[in-house]
């Protein structure tokens, strides 16, 4: 399992220290990944539009392809549906 973002590397160190992530997040802070994989563009929040990070999980095979795509994340249910599809 990996955490992309295009926060710092520090601010990641930060926020898997709070959160006791068992994961690696990696930082994208030129972006590179988040646009290759189209998850970073425009969003909108109370009426201001600004660029950010869309949250999606993608699902990758030992082969390197992408075998699912979950759009639109909602992090409180979210680690269940992954770990169904994992069959785990």
Known sequence: VLGVSVDSAKAHDKFVTKYKLPFTLVSDEDKKIVEAYGVWGEKTFMGRK?????????????????????????????????????EL
């Open 50 to 86: 600004y660029l950010g990070t869309y949250r999606v999980t993608f699902l990758i095979g030992p082969d390197g392809r992408i075998k699912k795509i979950w759009p639109r994340v909602k992090p409180e249910e979210h680690a269940e549906e992954v770990l169904a599809a994992l």
